[in-house]
């Protein structure tokens, strides 16, 4: 993955994840976002939240029926 391309990933998820912390947030003040995953039709991001950093996991993916036997 080229570097531009991560950091377009990068933005966009922390954008993304900013968002979903607030709407569980705004669900219940007493819980907060932990892990979001998301699934596209090539990739699985993943995004792991803590005080002083999130860690973000792109991951290529395919369905059971799409992978060969070796």
Same mark, same amino acid.
């Given at each position: ?24 947030? &705004?669900? +219940?003040?007493? +819980? ?17 939240? &803590? ?20």
């Amino acid at each position: 993955m080229t570097q531009e391309t991560a950091e377009q990933y990068s933005e966009a998820m922390m954008s993304l994840a900013s968002q979903a912390r607030s709407v569980v947030r &705004d669900l +219940n003040p007493k +819980n907060e976002l932990k892990y979001l995953r998301v699934r596209a039709k090539r990739h699985e991001i993943m995004v792991a939240f &803590d005080v002083q950093f999130i860690v973000i996991v792109i991951q290529r993916w395919t369905s059971a029926g799409e992978r060969t036997s070796a």
